[in-house]
Structures are given as structure tokens and as C-alpha cells.
């Protein structure tokens, strides 16, 4: 069983035999020894401004990081690819984009001093970062390729880096642009996180990741030709958020220094520009998550009643409300070991979907093993006091 | 029974299958990530020209820049210098030595030059630090918006040495000057007041 998981399914980021893994590692160790040193630099600034950057920063990011990595529903992404996706947008990501600053350079020899100091922050990072965040994506494709398989793989992927590249982001800027004070830090955490804090990175790396998870999907029917144009669409929408975000383009925002009632107006302002590109998202992440679970139906269609998987256990499969609550009141009917071993047959008979939409044929050897793991699952759970009353108790009409 | 690879997708022939330990791909990303990252400054340096000598204001204050920094104007009344990276500024002013430290000298400009040069202006409260050789000094940020309605952000420096003040007020459209946070930190802290 551990060659067969080894190559198919929940693989970790450290993949040694893949040149990719290497890459991935150069660039993130760079980025890591060149942001650690910038970042320590600042807290010269002020230690407590500092500090509570991070404190408030974390307080912001260990949330979302759970509502990304859990949008996935059917097929939770190994948490240490999660990780790495975070850490490329925290540090490999940032650091390469603060080298490439010399575009702005390039902008303002070419277009003049005075140009480039209006648009340069519109022109150049969007698509410097975006590029950047992408690439990181890519190397994860590349170095675990069974992991990223699906718009909603590339989503969660993407949102990661973005969410990591935000962090890293919201720290210089706290620390030198808003003065690096504690009531600086607070000022900023009010403007660029709880005015803003949705519409930006997670937002267009979570665009771009679903076009990374589009053209690299082997669930997608559509032919490559006709996925390449709409990954390249997704990508320039992304671009295009990023850019009329950092234009002065519909700039209803009051700008700094913001008193009295501009205080309520600065997030109305700014949602002029993030909340159409949020509600996009939104609509896409839902449509996504409905081909999910036609492509699970599709995959499971052969499967049901089989040896692999009955009726009951497919019903509870498709929904992931029920899939949670199948394994509660296993745990509190059976205990902690029975859940634990409940969740595992779950995951197993989402990897037996996977299996069957990739095979040529229903006996395939793959797939009857597979099918015989989850029988043995059921099995062993079954012989556990408790189990098959839970089970029944789950599978009951009307839950 | 244990299975050699991933099942073979069933529109793949095994002639086909797409090799997993390939270089070809990484080393194309690895190269468009250092052409975006190192290529602008490349370009940039090489149209530039070289790094600008160490560049002194009145006889008393001297700076070092930064590789991609230009020396755009020197004036000398007061005695300044004003450098420029992409869409971030540096001025220089040397002033006459200020014996009440360095808040005071901070706060004349902010005073005297910055509240007179902007439409709205809000100043960051301020951190003592200290400039190479051990020069006493302060350090504030601000965001503002000019006359023309661009929204600014800044932040300076401001340093009482013993026969001398300055003040180093680097600002940017906001959003800019995240970008050279690290210049901007070597260069003040290389900083020399007399």
C-alpha cells in the first residue's frame, strides 16, 4: 500500500527525487535569509510596533490560512504542500519582488520621473508579483503533481502564497509606512487588513492558482485548447484586480490622514474597488465546488454497492456536512479510535474516486485494490464495540 | 500486489506518459523567476549608469547611496540634496547644529518644511535611534497628500550631531516605498552627521 500512496495521493512537499523540490528549496531559502534580514532591520524601528505587527498579523492570518485550507471539501491538501505554498508567498515571493524593483526604475527612465511615480505602483508590481506568487504554484505542481488537480487545488494553493506574500507585505508596511509606532501599526492594521484585508493577495494568487489548477487538471473534460484561453483569462483578471487596485482609477477611499467620519468611509471606499473581484471569487469557488461533486458522482457512479463502497456510505460521502457529522457521532458512540479510523475509509473512498476516474477499466488492478482496502477498513471498523450502531445510527432517514 | 506508478490516465498511452522527473520545465521557471526578479535591475543599472559616489550636503552630512540611486538636484540654501529611485525621493538637508537634540530638529521641519509643502499631513509618533557614530536622532513616519491630490507616505530622519543637524526625508506615492525599505535602512544608518 505505501508504493501505491506514495505516487498517488497525499504526498508531502519533500519530494528529494524531483529537480523541482531543489528549485522550490534554492529560491525559498534565499527569499527566507533575505526577508528575515529586512524584517529583523525593522524592528530597529520600534521593538513594540514591531511585535504587535506579528501578534496582529496572526491573529489575522491563522484564521483564513484554516478557511482556505478547508475550502477543499473533498480532498484536504497535505498540510506540509499548504505550508510551503504560505512560506513561497511569505518569503520567496516577497524578496524576489522587492529585487525586481528595478522595474519601477526601468518605468520611470523610459516614461519619465513623474509618470512613474503615479503608475508605477499599478504597472509593474501586479504583474511582477502576480508572476512571482505563480511561479511558486508551478514549482508545487511540479514537484507533488497528484496534489494540484483541480481549479479548487489551485485556489487553495494560491490563496496560501497570496495569503503568506500579504503577511510578510503588511509587516514592512506597517513597520515603514505607517511609522512602525504601535498607534502607526494599529492605524495600518485598520487600513490594509480589516478595511481591505479580503480583497487583496489571497484574492488574485487564488485566481491565479485556479488557472495553474485548470490547465494542469486531469479531471477537466474541456480539451487543452480550449483551458488555456480561459486560464489565461482568469490570470488577467487577476492582474487586472491587482491593477485597478493600485491605480488612482476610482480611488473613493478618503486618503490618509483619515479623521473623524472618514474612519466608517475608507472601507465603503475601498470596497468600490476589492468587493466585485471578492464576489467573483466567491461565485467561481462555488461553481467549482459543484463540479467537485458532479465529478464525484461521475468517478463514484461504478462504485456504489460495490465492494468498495454502499449506498448509505456514498450519501454521506457527497455532502462534507454529513461526512463531519458521521465521524462526531461515531466518536462519541464508539470512541476516538472508530472516528479516526471512519475518517480514514472516508478519505480512502475519495482517493477510490480519484482512482476510478483515472483507470480504463473497472478491473483495473489499481482500483480492485483499492476497493478491497476500503472493504478491509469497513471490516475493521465494523469489529469495534460500538461501531456498527453509530454507523447505523448515521445512515438513519432523516440525518 | 503493489502498483510500480500512478495508474496510467486512460487517455495516455504508456508511450506517452508524461515524465515525472523532469528538468526542462523547473529550469524554464527557474528562469523567468531570476529574469523578473534580477533582469529589471539589470536594465536598470546598465541605463543608470554606475553607483553614485558618496554624495555630501553642506560640509557636515554625507550619505552613502545605494546601488540604483540618482543624484537628481543639490541646492545650497539651505545646503540639500535630493535622490531618486523609481518613484521614491530622498531629500538631504544639513541645517546648523541644534543643542535641544534631535525632537527639536524634527519638529522645526516638520513645522518649517513639511506642513507648509503639503495639503494634509499626519506625522507617526516618533523612536529615538541613532546614526553611525552614534549620532542621536529620531524617526517618524507620515502620510500625507500634496497640493495635486497624490497621497504620500514618508518617513525621516532627523539627527542632532555636534556641529551640525540634518534631516533625510525619503516619501513616495503611497504604496512605493514598502519597495525600498531596505535601502532606505542602510542609508540612513550609514549616515554620517559631523
Redesign the interface.
Known amino acids: 500500500m505505501g ?2 500512496h506514495a ?2 495521493h497525499h504526498r508531502s512537499v519533500f519530494q528529494l ?4 523540490f531543489w ?1 522550490f528549496a534554492a ?1 525559498l531559502v534565499y527569499g527566507m535569509v533575505r526577508m528575515v534580514g ?1 524584517l529583523v ?2 524592528s ?3 521593538r513594540s ?1 514591531w511585535a504587535l505587527s506579528w501578534l496582529l498579523l496572526g491573529l489575522y492570518a491563522a484564521p483564513l490560512f484554516l478557511l482556505i485550507y478547508s475550502l477543499d471539501l473533498y480532498e484536504r491538501e497535505p498540510l506540509s504542500v499548504a505550508l510551503a505554498a504560505f512560506l513561497w508567498g511569505a518569503f520567496a515571493a516577497t524578496a ?14 523610459v516614461a519619465g ?1 513623474d509618470f ?3 503608475w ?2 499599478a504597472l509593474t ?1 501586479p504583474v ?1 508579483e502576480e ?2 506568487k505563480g ?1 511558486g504554484i ?2 508545487l505542481y ?1 514537484i507533488v ?2 496534489e494540484i488537480d483541480d481549479v479548487m487545488d489551485g485556489f487553495v494553493y494560491g490563496a496560501l502564497c497570496g495569503l503568506g506574500f500579504a503577511v510578510v ?1 503588511d509587516v ?2 506597517f ?10 501599526v494599529l492605524q495600518g492594521f485598520y487600513v490594509r487588513v480589516l478595511s481591505s484585508g479580503l480583497y487583496g493577495h489571497v484574492l488574485y494568487t487564488g485566481l491565479v492558482g485556479m488557472a495553474v489548477g485548470l490547465v494542469v487538471s ?1 479531471r477537466e473534460p474541456a480539451p487543452m485548447r480550449e483551458r488555456l484561453p480561459m486560464a489565461a483569462g482568469i490570470v488577467a483578471l487577476a492582474v487586472f484586480g491587482h491593477v485597478l487596485w ?1 491605480s ?1 482609477l476610482l480611488s473613493f477611499a478618503p ?4 479623521e473623524g467620519v472618514e474612519w466608517v468611509l475608507l472601507p465603503l471606499g475601498l470596497a468600490v474597488k476589492g468587493l466585485p473581484l471578492l464576489l467573483f471569487v466567491v461565485v467561481a469557488l462555488r461553481l467549482a465546488r459543484r463540479r467537485e461533486r458532479r465529478w464525484l458522482d461521475g468517478a463514484l457512479a461504478g462504485e456504489v454497492d460495490g465492494e468498495g463502497l454502499t449506498a448509505a456510505e456514498f450519501d454521506t460521502l457527497r455532502s462534507p456536512a454529513r461526512r463531519r457529522a458521521a465521524v462526531s457521532a461515531m466518536r462519541r458512540r464508539a470512541g476516538a479510535p472508530a472516528a479516526k479510523l471512519l475518517a480514514r475509509l472516508q478519505r480512502e473512498q475519495i482517493d477510490l474516486a480519484m ?1 476510478a476516474s ?3 477499466t473497472p478491473d ?4 480492485i ?1 483499492q476497493r478491497d482496502y476500503c472493504r478491509s477498513l469497513r471490516d475493521a471498523l465494523a469489529a469495534m464495540p460500538g461501531a456498527l450502531a453509530a454507523a447505523a445510527h448515521a445512515d438513519a432517514p432523516g440525518r | 500486489m503493489t502498483v510500480d506508478g500512478p495508474p496510467e490516465r486512460p487517455d495516455e498511452a504508456p508511450a506517452q506518459r508524461v515524465q515525472e522527473r523532469r528538468w526542462v520545465p523547473v529550469l524554464i521557471v527557474a528562469a523567468l523567476i531570476l529574469l523578473v526578479a534580477q533582469g529589471a535591475q539589470t536594465v536598470a543599472d546598465a541605463t543608470a549608469g554606475a553607483t553614485e559616489p558618496a554624495v555630501t550636503v553642506g560640509p557636515t552630512v554625507q550619505l552613502q547611496p545605494r546601488p540604483g540611486w540618482d543624484l537628481v538636484t543639490t541646492s545650497s540654501d539651505p545646503p540639500a540634496a535630493r535622490l531618486q529611485r523609481g518613484s521614491v525621493l530622498l531629500d538631504v538637508f544639513a541645517y546648523p547644529a541644534e543643542p535641544a537634540g534631535p525632537v527639536a530638529v524634527a519638529q522645526r521641519y516638520v513645522d518649517e518644511a513639511l506642513r507648509p509643502s503639503l495639503a494634509q499631513v499626519s506625522i507617526g509618533e516618533a523612536a529615538e535611534t541613532m546614526l553611525a557614530g552614534g549620532v542621536p536622532a529620531v524617526r517618524f513616519g507620515y502620510v500625507g497628500i500634496t497640493r495635486e491630490g497624490v497621497p504620500l507616505e514618508g518617513v525621516v530622519i532627523a539627527a542632532a550631531g555636534p556641529s551640525a543637524s540634518a534631516v533625510l526625508d525619503a516619501y513616495a506615492p503611497q504604496g512605493e516605498l514598502a519597495t525600498v525599505a531596505e535601502d532606505l535602512h542602510v542609508m540612513f544608518d550609514g549616515a554620517t552627521v559631523r
Do not use: C, K
Open positions: 508504493v501505491r505516487h498517488l527525487h524531483q529537480p523541482a528549485v529560491f529586512a532591520q525593522l530597529a524601528v520600534s510596533g524576489l519582488a522587492l529585487d525586481a524593483g528595478g522595474w519601477d526604475q526601468v518605468l520611470a527612465q520621473a512613474a511615480a503615479t508605477a505602483p508590481a511582477v508572476f512571482l511561479a508551478v514549482l511540479l503533481r497528484d507585505e514592512v508596511y513597520m515603514a509606512a505607517f511609522g512602525g509606532t504601535p498607534a502607526g486531469r493600485n488612482p486618503n490618509p490622514p483619515i482512482i483515472r483507470v480504463a483495473d488492478p489499481a482500483l485494490q
